[in-house]
Each structure stands twice: as structure tokens, then as C-alpha cells.
């Protein structure tokens, strides 16, 4: 049966492993401690917490804090901290307008930061490759110059992944069919390259709302990617959302649309024909409207849109209404089906929320079935179009707490 | 960040719990075998082992079988399998057109079965209650006269509910709003009630589909009951998703149906209107033909049904094609979200499943955007209308594996 049962019984090694990543993941989460706290927080042995510390001390992922302040019984503590400023995961992501990178250290702080304006769509994918690879490179070399060593990367892509294969199967948006991104990238990176992985942009995404949401609680969450594409990031009950070959959240498809409007891939009526990027450019500037321009910053082009917005240009608002109809439907059918104690808006979605998130919620609360819409809560990203690269920094860092011995090891050969 | 972070450290008497657990899981999932074996298979010493089955023997949970037949190195040891058949769980389903009651001992044999053809949606909600508890105290004194203790019971009903409050929250198609049930049946079962559980439908329905299914490597399932509402238990990565307030899988009055037809919830074009049992009856038969009467068991009203599209009766046939159309539709729109690699029709969508699963498997394939509809297999349920009640009978027997020390206490006591 086992519909919740126990993992199973550990061997020795993989003990000291477990009680590592145990350790890591408590100072993470619940910040730093004396290792008196450890051992009563985590039911282990002092002796064993203190070995572990020091292990975990030469290996440059945690360090000495100050005294313990509160809630200690008795002389105060030293505190231990997550220290691993001397490592990072870096995210980058390709999309039809853009190939960015973020890298961040292990508590979770940007240490660098790289954007460029790239018309994806009419570029070679090995040519845009060629363009990730560099950027990569240009980063763990700056980083690598102050002592930052990369210890994984994660690309994110618009579209249908295989993250086994590493290849983009097919990304209708940016013209992608059976891509090998990562070894495409490996051989780029040459023997400096770290671990690569591939992931879908909106499940990066999500990961990313997942980590740095100040709502207390939240265990469900769906976010929503707005860019030309339009897909979903699920995390239920704490853990991404994958499905049987990690297809999950293809919600850009679902004939939410107008019936006659074409999309790229070949189908009519797609609901991000209705509110992806490139329909909100149709509905609010004609063709030759600077807007359109692929050669601008995706971003900059946003900031004029909404600077029409704030001075209330009617055109402009108009599109916001229709997107924000089209947006409310497809909303809601995921609070149905998914129930998310959050649903969080990225990219332009994000960019116009003051136009298009109080539209939503009105929807949502008419036509949800549940009470109070399942207690979901409607929020823009407040990560902006950084959401995907920032999951996949976050996705390679992760690698340290389920291992923190073998990043250890990496990091001292 | 623990995306994937690993569970707390153990104290010693949640070790032994978990190491209990752990044995009944594996003889539950993988079959009997030696004491030797069960050392191999879970990494815990043999002498732990030894203790461990004496204890669980001793609480009627496992047995001693034949001699080991292949696999094992040296001596064949003796086989240790899963007894438990002195204890059973219950699962009662609520719905439209029934009631009915199963239970199942500890390895999920039927030990105890009824069911009674009521109108629920015209009778008051305390009536059916005390329908319910005629037939849960009648199931639990016929099983404790032949020595078969009841752990527990779940009641399934055919809406939004409240596991906490053990509330039906909202169940339209029954005309249920904030009814007690978990209470109302505990107070009809008086001093002999055991733990009451209440949960949707869907769920439970999921959960029965995915203990039982006989394709290998299932981590993903969504499983669709069609009765007259119409509901989705989904179940991700082996673990049934509930949402942030258990009202995942709220499918039956997504925008997919005729926007004219009204739905008992007050809204117009809701799917259910356009697949549900009602929508089937009203398509394949006038009013006051003898399948509309709701005083002969559904069962028995299908079976006429199914009988003339056997027949090749027109007008039923046509009936199931446009349920097969709008079946299609709500059915992609869950592959494209949720990836399953098994989607199951339950109810009467598996009565007809070979006048409906051609089409629906049809429209999957050309309208999912991931190749090969993602690797999901369409297939008609074969646990009919007991899905449901089955999957409430497993959810009280999980109790043990989660705790099999509480559990032997209690059948002890």
C-alpha cells in the first residue's frame, strides 16, 4: 500500500549523509544555532553534531556566528551559520526574447547577474548556444576570480523538455525540436563545466516563488510564466510537480483562446494566444509600434507599455481588460484542479498586476467551486523575469543539501 | 530551501514504529519472505529483525508461511507474509443514486459488501445518516461474529468537504451544505465507533485505482468518477494530492459544457452538465423512460443502457458519441496539466468504456502538447462503482501501516 509509507533503512554512509543534509537543511531553514540546539533539534548525539559541524566546517558550508542569543538553557552557545559564500548555482534561461543568467551562493544572495537582448527565435539554436555558453563562461570566470566556485547549472527553456536526455523536445516559441541544450552547452563549457540539468522555464519558476515567498505556510503553489509562452509551475505538498515524463503544466495549449486565433504550434485558439506576451503586443500597439521591436529589451518595451497604462492611454488599457478575461479563466480552472494556497503571476503578467490581478481574483471568486477559492491567494512575482533563471540556481544548489559530501569533495579537489 | 529535504531524525520509540512500518510495507508491496530476506531487503539487523516479527505475529498483523522458493543463498528460511485478516477497514460511499458499503481485510480482500439503492438528493441528509449507520453497524457485527475487528471507516461523498470538521461541505448534486457526517455517523455508532474519516470521492476513488492497478511503475494517476457529479482524484509522484484545503481535483464545474445547460450549482455549463450520469440519461432516453427512475439501482439503469448500444440502438449511441466529445475535452485539459501516466474512468464512463475510450484516447493524442499525450495510458476503471468505497476501505487500513503499534494495541485491547 505505503500511499504515505517510510523511506527505507539506511546504511551506514548514507547516514552520515542524511544527518549532513539533516543539519544543512535546518540551518537553512530555521537559520543558525549552537550545536546544542542542533543536537536537541535534530534528536542526534552532541558528539555526532560536533563532528558533523566540523566536517561540514572544513568543507567551507558552514562557519562560526556569534553568541546564541535566545532560548538557550544555560551558558550560551556559539552559534554555527550557513556559510557557503565560496559556492554557487547558476539558472540561465533562453526565451524568445532574452538568454539570462543569475548566479546565487548557498544562503540564497545573487553574486552575479548577466541579460542580453537576443531574437532567439530567428537564430540558430546552435548560434544562441553559442551566446549561453559565453555568458556561462563570462560568469564563473568573475566569479571564479573571487574565489566562487560554480558547482552546477541549470538551463531553463520555454517549452516540452527531457531532462533525463537534456534535450529541448519542443519549444514551439522559439522554433526548438529536439534541441541537445545540455550537451550543446557541455561541449561549450568545455572540462571547466559543472553539472548541467535541464528544466522546464515555468517549474524553475516555481521552485523559485517555492523558496522566497513570505507567506508562512504555503505547501501549494502555481506559478504562471508570462512571456510569449504562457505555462505552469506546480509544487504540491512541497515538491515540484513533475508527471510521468515531466510534461506537467503544459497549460499554454489548453483551447482557452479565441477559436480563430492561430498559434505557433499549428494549433487555433491556444490560451496563450489569448494572454501571452505577444498578444497583449497585438491588442495594444499596431505592428509598427516600437513596442514590437525584438531588437529592444523585452523589459524596456513592458516599461513603455506601462508607462501608456499609468497615463491612462485607452488603447493600452483595453488590451489589459481583454488579457485580464482570458487570464481569469484559465486561473481559474487551476485553483480547480490544483487548489494552490498561492498562484503567483510572473513575467508581464507580473509587470501590469496593478491592471490585471484585482480582475483575476474577482473571476476566481465567482466561478471557483470551492469556499473563498480554497483559500488561494492571487500574488504578481515580485522576482520578475528572473523567476525561471533564479529556480535553476536554486534547482543546482539543491545538490548541496541532498549531497553535501560530494560537494565537499568537489569544492577541496 | 529542502526542495527534496530529507525527513527529521527519529527518537527510539518512533525508530521501532518506523521500522515496523517498514516490514509490513515491504511483505505488503513486494510479498512474504524470510526473516533472513527482510534483513537484506531493509538494511536492519537480523536480531532487530527477529524482534520485530515476533511483535508483529503477536498482533495478528503477520504469519508464518512456507519455505522460502527462490532468491535466497544457503538454507531456505521460513516465510514471514502479511496476515492481518482478523482486522478490516470500511469504506462507505455517499452518492446520488446509493449507498453502499465495503470492507476489505489487511492484504485488500472484500471481506464484507453492501449496497442500497437510495435517493439521496430528495431524502434529508440525518435519514441518510442513519441509512449509513444501519449498514456500517450491520457490516461491523456480521465481520466481529466471525472474529474480524473494524480499525476504521471512511465516508466518501460526492463534493467539497472538510477533512478536519469531518464537514460535507458542499456537495450540490446531493444537496448537502455544512453536514456533519464524520459526527452524525459517530453518534449513530455510539460506544463500538471506530476512527471515522471523511473524504471526497474522487480521491478516494484514486486511491483504490492506484493500490490496485496492475501497471507496473504507476507514480501518477489521475482517476475520474462519473456519476452524476463528476470529479478527479489525482494522485502525483504516489501521493494523493489534496491542495492547500483538500479541494484538489474540483473538475465537475469547469466552463466545458453546453453554456446554455444549467448545472445544480447555479452556474450554466459546467462539465458535469455535459458527461455526467444525468447529462447521459438525458441524452440517450426521454423522461419518463424506465432509466430515468431513480428508485432502481443505477447498476441496473446502465445495464439497460448498455444493452441498447449493444443492440446498436441509435439514439443511445448518438448519446454516448457527444458524451465521448465533451469527455475528450475536459480529459486532455487534465494530461496537458497534471502528466499522468494513468488516467482512469470510473463510473459509468467505465460501463461504457468500450463506446467511449477510442474517441477520448483519440482526441488526447492530437490535442495534448506533449509528445505522445506524455506517456498516458486511458483506461476504464474495473472497480466500477466500488472505487470509491474501496479507496476509503484502504485509507482506514493505512492507519496500520503508518502505525502498527497503535493498531495492535487497539485489536489487543
Chains 1, 2 share one sequence.
Not at 228 to 238: F, K
Amino acid at each position: 500500500m505505503a500511499i504515505a509509507g517510510p523511506p527505507g533503512a539506511k546504511d551506514r554512509s548514507s547516514t552520515r549523509r542524511a544527518n549532513l543534509s539533516l543539519i544543512l537543511n535546518l540551518l537553512h531553514g530555521e537559520g543558525g544555532r549552537s550545536r546544542a540546539r542542533i543536537a536537541a533539534d535534530t534528536g542526534l548525539p552532541k558528539a555526532t553534531v560536533t563532528n558533523l559541524i566540523a566536517e561540514l566546517m572544513e568543507g567551507g558550508l558552514v562557519r562560526e556566528g556569534g553568541a546564541e542569543r535566545e532560548g538557550a538553557v544555560g551558558r550560551p552557545g556559539q552559534v554555527v551559520e550557513l556559510d557557503g559564500r565560496a559556492l554557487c548555482g547558476v539558472g540561465v534561461e533562453i526565451n524568445v526574447d532574452y538568454v539570462s543568467v543569475i548566479a546565487l551562493d548557498l544562503p540564497g544572495d545573487v553574486v552575479a547577474q548577466r541579460r542580453l537582448a537576443v531574437d532567439v527565435a530567428s537564430t540558430p539554436a546552435e548560434a544562441v548556444l553559442d551566446t549561453v555558453g559565453q555568458l556561462v563562461a563570462e560568469t564563473m570566470a568573475e566569479l571564479a576570480s573571487s574565489g566562487v566556485r560554480t558547482i552546477g547549472v541549470t538551463l531553463a527553456a520555454p517549452g516540452v523538455i527531457d531532462p533525463v536526455r537534456g534535450m529541448v523536445t519542443y519549444a514551439s516559441n522559439i522554433g526548438w525540436r529536439e534541441v541537445a541544450a545540455v550537451d550543446g552547452l557541455r561541449r561549450r563549457l568545455g572540462r571547466s563545466a559543472p553539472e548541467i540539468h535541464l528544466e522546464n522555464d515555468a517549474k524553475l519558476g516555481a521552485i523559485a516563488e517555492f523558496v522566497t515567498t513570505d507567506t508562512p505556510g504555503v505547501r501549494d503553489l502555481v506559478y504562471l510564466t508570462g512571456a510569449t509562452g504562457v505555462g505552469a509551475g506546480i509544487i504540491a505538498s512541497g515538491k515540484l510537480l513533475r508527471g510521468n515524463a515531466g510534461f506537467a503544466g503544459e497549460v499554454g495549449h489548453l483551447p482557452l483562446g479565441d477559436p480563430e486565433q492561430d498559434c505557433p504550434c499549428g494549433r487555433r485558439g491556444c490560451w496563450e494566444t489569448a494572454v501571452g506576451l505577444a498578444a497583449l503586443l497585438r491588442l495594444a500597439a499596431d505592428r509598427d509600434d516600437e513596442v514590437h521591436d525584438p531588437s529592444v529589451d523585452v523589459e524596456q518595451r513592458l516599461s513603455e507599455l506601462r508607462r501608456r497604462a499609468e497615463a491612462r492611454d485607452e488603447r493600452t488599457l483595453a488590451a489589459l481588460d481583454t488579457l485580464a478575461r482570458s487570464l481569469g479563466a484559465g486561473v481559474a480552472l487551476l485553483v480547480d484542479i490544483l487548489n494552490p494556497r498561492l498562484l503567483v503571476l510572473g513575467g508581464h503578467f507580473a509587470v501590469f498586476g496593478a491592471y490585471l490581478v484585482d480582475a483575476v481574483r474577482d473571476h476566481v471568486r465567482d466561478t471557483v467551486i470551492a469556499p473563498d477559492a480554497g483559500g488561494c491567494e492571487l500574488v504578481p512575482s515580485v522576482l520578475g523575469f528572473t523567476a525561471p533563471a533564479r529556480g535553476g540556481a536554486y534547482l543546482a544548489l539543491d545538490a548541496v543539501y541532498q549531497d553535501p559530501i560530494a560537494i565537499m569533495q568537489l569544492t577541496q579537489s
